[in-house]
């Protein structure tokens, strides 16, 4: 996920290369388990202040429910659009003012190389459901003997209801109803 940019950086504004990326992210963070490679289309757009990054780009992670504990396979699919700035200027090799909330993950090194890894990390990130489920009608665990409630009913006693939450207790399976 690296690309060498000078030759773009010397190009007209407007300029654009266009490539497709399979890129293996099993190193990219500890904390996600791709089970796909990285897969889509980049174009670099060269623009008054840099390199414009325009991808779509799309995988496959290994997640754990939050109702059930499971672990799920979850496709994933995420745009960048950012803009990266260069450190050297390409003509003269003067090292270029930063704006004062420049991002390092958004650098063009001093060897005009490009690297997507950090803002690709991030994206996928931020792609992720906050409260990942296996499917929407998960059923969870059951609080007292720990049984999936997918794989069917526990053995464990129910509790009497109090007669005030009957009505509410009506609502909710007549809700629970409508929804699956």
Not at 49 to 78: K, W, Y
Request: proline fraction near 6%; include cysteine; charged fraction near 25%.
């Amino acid at each position: 996920m690296r690309y060498n940019v000078s030759q773009l950086l010397k190009d007209h504004i407007g300029a654009t290369r266009h490539y497709q990326l399979q890129a293996d992210i099993s190193d990219l963070d500890p904390a996600l388990t791709p089970l796909t490679d990285l897969a889509g289309t980049v174009d670099l757009i060269r623009t008054n202040d840099g390199i414009l990054v325009r991808a779509d780009m799309h995988t496959s992670v290994e997640l754990n429910c939050s109702r059930c504990l499971t672990q799920f396979a979850l496709p994933v699919r995420f745009r960048i659009d950012e803009e990266f700035h260069p450190t050297i200027d390409i003509t003269t090799g003067a090292r270029l003012p930063q704006p004062d909330d420049a991002d390092a993950a958004t650098q063009i090194d001093i060897h005009h190389i490009l690297d997507l890894s950090e803002i690709v990390r991030q994206d996928l990130t931020l792609a992720l459901p906050l409260v990942p489920l296996c499917r929407t009608a998960c059923k969870g665990l059951c609080p007292d003997c720990g049984k999936n409630w997918n794989d069917g009913a526990c053995d464990c006693e129910q509790e009497e209801l109090d007669p005030r939450f009957a009505v509410l207790k009506q609502l909710l399976d007549d809700t629970n109803i409508q929804n699956n």
